[in-house]
C-alpha cells in the first residue's frame, strides 16, 4: 500500500461487527473475563485499550516498524524511552535537542545517573569521539529545533551499530510522510503526535514506533508499568487527524517554500534556515534521506525591536508555542522552546534574540506573507 492509502486504511478495524467507518472509542477502564484460565485480549486499558491499540498499530505501520505505542504526550513518549536505559549508562545526544528532552536529560534523569554529552550531530565524527564504552544510545533529531541542523542518520545509524549503540530519532518535524528513520538503519522512532502526527492543536500526545518487536516489548513493558498512556478519545481525534497528514504536509510545505522565497528578498531578514534551500549546509544529505524539508523554518532579524514588533504584531499567526498545527504559528525559540536552556548555553548554540521560527499552517501562503510584509515595512 502506498502511504496516502496507508492513512486512510491502516489501523486494522478491531470491531468491524457495525461496520462503522470510524474506529470505535473504547472507554471502558476493564474488561470483562469469560475464563479463569485465559483472559481475553484487553484486561485493563492501561494495559491495553482498542482505541488505542488502533492508532498504535497505524503509527507503525507508517513509520515501517514492528510495534508502536502512544503515550500521554511526546515528553511521556521520550521520558519511557529513555528508562530503557539504568543509572550509570551513557547517551550522546545531538546539541539541539528540544528543549523538554535537554531539560529532562540535565535534569531529572542526571541526578537518577543517566550520563549524556551532547554534540554537534551534523558532525559523524564528532558523534564517534563521543562514545564511551559505557554508552547504549545515540539520540537524535533532524531537521532539529530551532536552527535546523541535519543530521546524516544512516551514517549516524551504521555508526550506532558498529559500536552495538542504539539509534533513536524524533521525527516530529518530518512525521514519516517525509522521512522514515526505522528504514535508513535507526531503531526508535519517537513523536511528539501534538505536532503534525495530529496536527489540529488539540491533543497534547507521543509516539514511540520500534524497529524490531524485541525492542518493542521492552517498551511495551515501560508503557504499562510507568503507565504514561494516551487516553481513548485522544487517540481517537489522532486516528481522525492522521488521515489528512499527507494532503497536510503537502499544502504545508508547498506554502513553506513560498515564504522562504519571500524572506529571502527581505532586507531586515538576515537569515533564514530551512533544508530546502541549496546553500543550507545540510541540503545534500537531507535530501538523501526525506522527500522533502518540511515546513518548519527560522529566520533571523536585523534588530531586536523588530523581532518584538513582528512577534507582537502578526494577525495571522499565532504568536505561540508549538507547532504542526493547521493554524501557523511563529514563535520565539530564546523564551519558548529553549526557556529551560541557560541563557549562555542558548547563545552559545547559536539561538539568538533576532531568531523566530516559524511553522506554516494551512492558510493561504499569500496572506500570511501580507501579514508579515506589513510590519517589517511599516
Ligand atoms: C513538542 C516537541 C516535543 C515534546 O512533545 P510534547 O507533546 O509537547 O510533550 C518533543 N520533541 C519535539 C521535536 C517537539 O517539537
Given at each position: 500500500m502506498k502511504f496516502a492509502t496507508e492513512l486512510i486504511?491502516?489501523?486494522?478495524?478491531?470491531?468491524p461487527e457495525h461496520g462503522s467507518l470510524s474506529h470505535p472509542i473504547y472507554l471502558s477502564s476493564t474488561f470483562a473475563q469469560h475464563s479463569m484460565d485465559h483472559f481475553g485480549r484487553y484486561d485493563y486499558a492501561r494495559s491495553g485499550n482498542p482505541t488505542r491499540e488502533a492508532l498504535e498499530e497505524a503509527l507503525a505501520g507508517l513509520e515501517k516498524g514492528a510495534t508502536g505505542l502512544a503515550f500521554a504526550s511526546g515528553m511521556a513518549a521520550i521520558a519511557s524511552t529513555f528508562l530503557m536505559f539504568a543509572p550509570g549508562d551513557h547517551l550522546v545526544v545531538c546539541e539541539d535537542v528540544y528543549g523538554g528532552t535537554f531539560r529532562l536529560l540535565s535534569t531529572l534523569l542526571k541526578g537518577w545517573g543517566l550520563q549524556t554529552t551532547f554534540v554537534d550531530a551534523t558532525d559523524t565524527a564528532a558523534i564517534a569521539a563521543a562514545i564511551r564504552p559505557e554508552t547504549k544510545a545515540l539520540y537524535l533529531e533532524t531537521?532539529?529545533?530551532?536552527?535546523?541542523k541535519i543530521t546524516d542518520l544512516p551514517a549516524a545509524a551504521a555508526l550506532a551499530r558498529e559500536k552495538g549503540l542504539l539509534t533513536i530519532v524524533d521525527n516530529t518535524f518530518m512525521t514519516p510522510y517525509l522521512q522514515r528513520p526505522l528504514e535508513l538503519g535507526c531503531d526508535i522512532v519517537l513523536h511528539s503526535g501534538t505536532k503534525f502526527i495530529n496536527g489540529h492543536s488539540d491533543v497534547i500526545c507521543g509516539f514511540a514506533v520500534a524497529r524490531d518487536a524485541e525492542i518493542g516489548q521492552r517498551l511495551r513493558f515501560i508503557q504499562n508499568a510507568f503507565g504514561a498512556v494516551l487516553g481513548p478519545q485522544d487517540c481517537w481525534l489522532v486516528l481522525r487527524g492522521l488521515k489528512t497528514l499527507k494532503v497536510r504536509m503537502e499544502e504545508h510545505q508547498a506554502s513553506a517554500k513560498k515564504i522562504v522565497s519571500w524572506l529571502q528578498g527581505q532586507p531586515d531578514v538576515a537569515k533564514v534556515y530551512y533544508?530546502?534551500?541549496?546553500?543550507?549546509?545540510g541540503y545534500q544529505t537531507h535530501l538523501a534521506q526525506a522527500s522533502g524539508p518540511g515546513a518548519v523554518l527560522s529566520f533571523e532579524l536585523s534588530s531586536y525591536e523588530l523581532t518584538k514588533r513582528l512577534l507582537e504584531g502578526v494577525?495571522?499567526?499565532?504568536?505561540?508555542v508549538s507547532l504542526g498545527g493547521v493554524e501557523s504559528i511563529l514563535s520565539y525559540p530564546a523564551k519558548?522552546?529553549?526557556?529551560?536552556?541557560p541563557p549562555a548555553e542558548r547563545e552559545a548554540r547559536g539561538i539568538k534574540d533576532t531568531l523566530v521560527r516559524l511553522s506554516v499552517g494551512l492558510e493561504d501562503p499569500d496572506d500570511l506573507i501580507a501579514d508579515m510584509d506589513k510590519i517589517l515595512h511599516r
Open positions: 486504511h491502516g489501523g486494522n478495524p478491531i470491531d531537521p532539529s529545533n530551532p536552527l535546523i533544508p530546502g534551500l541549496p546553500e543550507h549546509p494577525k495571522l499567526s499565532a504568536f505561540a519558548m522552546s529553549h526557556a529551560a536552556m
